[in-house]
C-alpha cells in the first residue's frame, strides 16, 4: 500500500505561514507527478499547485504569488510554503501521486485553519 506522508498543518492567524511536507516511497516519487489539493467544509476538493512535466509548476489563481511548491528528490519529500494566509484558505489539504498510466495515490491529509 501506497503511503504519502503528510504534515505541517495547524492554526495559524490571518497574514502568517506555514509550510506543509509531504514524504512519498521513492518508486512513487521519481514516476509520479506530485502536487497539493484541498477541501475545504461543504467544498470540493480543488488543485492548490502541483509539478507538471518534472520541474514546471502549476498553480490555482487563488494562491499564485503567495504559496510555492517546491521539492527535495534526496529526500522524496515534496513541500507547500503558504505565506499571507487568508481564513478562505482554511482546508483539509492533501497531497497527490498522480500517473497518467498507473492511477494516483493520496495522502491522508491535513488540516490548515487561519483564524484570529
Known amino acids: 500500500q501506497v503511503q504519502l506522508v503528510e504534515s505541517g498543518g495547524g492554526l495559524v492567524q490571518p497574514g502568517g505561514s506555514l509550510r506543509l511536507s509531504c514524504a512519498a516511497p521513492?518508486?512513487?516519487?521519481?514516476?509520479?507527478?506530485m502536487g497539493w489539493y484541498r477541501q475545504a467544509p461543504g467544498q470540493q476538493r480543488e488543485l492548490v499547485a502541483t509539478?507538471?512535466?518534472?520541474?514546471?509548476?502549476n498553480y490555482a489563481d487563488s494562491v499564485k504569488g503567495r504559496f510555492t511548491i517546491s521539492r527535495d528528490n534526496a529526500k522524496n519529500t515534496i513541500y507547500l510554503q503558504m505565506n499571507s494566509l487568508k481564513p478562505e484558505d482554511t482546508a483539509v489539504y492533501y497531497c497527490?501521486?498522480?500517473?497518467?498510466?498507473?492511477?494516483?495515490?493520496w495522502g491522508q491529509g491535513t488540516q490548515v485553519t487561519v483564524s484570529s
Open positions: 497527490k501521486a498522480t500517473s497518467i498510466i498507473l492511477g494516483a495515490y
Open positions: 521513492r518508486s512513487i516519487f521519481s514516476s509520479f507527478a
Open positions: 509539478f507538471t512535466s518534472g520541474v514546471n509548476t
